[in-house]
């Protein structure tokens, strides 16, 4: 799951960046308005952290402009100021939860968690294909109840796979969203990646549509 976060101050934006790295996260971030109004509108998230006092352009401002384009990428707001009137605001502008400052870092990662689930139509925090399951606050996989053992890219592709279940998915879709913008891409690493993971998932699990991508089977 790739995250956009914006954030002006640098110990926070550091903090952020090192938290949803070790949760697995591909992270991109953005200073000031501006940086986030241009990565918004041109690179796929599945959500995004967004402060609202910015440079440049504010944060409110940033969120309107991109519901304006119709970007509907996930939003949480980070201010400052614990006050219901900007809380309201941010909500009426388009975001989908907001965290007053300070905050501590496990709710705002369980919220996160909460509005990528809750985007991807998933109301439960484990997310379940047949005998597969991810539990989103662990990281933990499992197949017939037993543990299987993945790499990084490897959980970060049956993530994506697994909260767009029964949905075609491309390889460039895939690479745009388990690698970070200014990563050296290569999307015929996915290949490699879905060869293992089909080697530890049930047999039929990861289908390959011909000139299309990938679809994650779920039995009925």
Same mark, same amino acid.
């Given at each position: 799951?790739?995250?956009?976060?914006?954030?002006?101050?640098?110990?926070?934006?550091?903090?952020?960046?090192?938290?949803?790295?070790?949760?697995?996260?591909?992270?991109?971030?953005a200073?000031?308005?501006?940086q986030?109004?241009?990565?918004?509108?041109?690179?796929?998230?599945d959500?995004?952290?967004?402060?609202?006092?910015?440079p440049h352009?504010d944060?409110?401002?940033?969120?309107?402009?991109?519901?304006?384009?119709?970007?509907?990428?996930?939003?949480?707001?980070?201010?400052?100021?614990?006050?219901?009137?900007?809380?309201?605001?941010?909500i009426?502008?388009?975001?989908?939860?907001?965290?007053?400052?300070p905050? *501590?870092m496990?709710?705002?990662?369980?919220?996160l *968690?909460?509005?990528?689930?809750?985007?991807?139509?998933h109301?439960?925090?484990?997310?379940?294909c047949?005998?597969?399951?991810?539990?989103?606050?662990?990281g933990?996989v499992?197949?017939?109840?037993?543990t299987?053992?993945?790499?990084?890219?490897?959980?970060?592709?049956?993530?994506?796979?697994?909260?767009?279940?029964?949905?075609?998915?491309?390889?460039?879709?895939?690479?745009?969203?388990i690698?970070?913008?200014?990563f050296?891409?290569?999307?015929?690493t996915?290949?490699?990646?879905?060869?293992r993971?089909?080697?530890?998932?049930?047999?039929?699990?990861?289908?390959?549509?011909?000139?299309?991508?990938?679809?994650?089977?779920?039995?009925?």
């Open positions: 799951m790739r995250i956009l976060i914006v954030e002006d101050e640098p110990t926070i934006n550091a903090q952020l960046v090192a938290s949803l790295k070790d949760e697995s996260y591909v992270v991109d971030c200073t000031d308005g501006r986030a109004l241009f990565l918004g509108l041109n690179e796929p998230y959500a995004i952290i967004l402060d609202l006092g910015l352009m944060g409110i401002s940033v969120l309107k402009s991109w519901r304006d384009a119709a970007i509907t990428t996930p939003v949480i707001i980070l201010t400052a100021r614990d006050n219901w009137n900007e809380k309201v605001i941010g009426d502008a388009g975001a989908d939860d907001y965290l007053a400052k905050f *501590r496990e709710e705002l990662l369980a919220r *968690r909460a509005i990528i689930r809750r985007a991807a139509g109301a439960t925090p484990v997310l379940s047949g005998t597969i399951e991810l539990h989103t606050k662990t933990k499992s197949v017939d109840g037993l299987i053992s993945l790499t990084s890219h490897e959980f970060k592709v049956l993530s994506y796979l697994m909260h767009h279940q029964q949905e075609l998915v491309s390889r460039t879709v895939l690479t745009e969203h690698y970070a913008q200014d050296d891409r290569d999307s015929n996915i290949e490699v990646f879905i060869g993971l089909r080697k530890k998932l049930p047999p039929g699990s990861i289908e390959t549509v011909r000139g299309g991508g990938y679809r994650l089977v779920c039995p009925s």
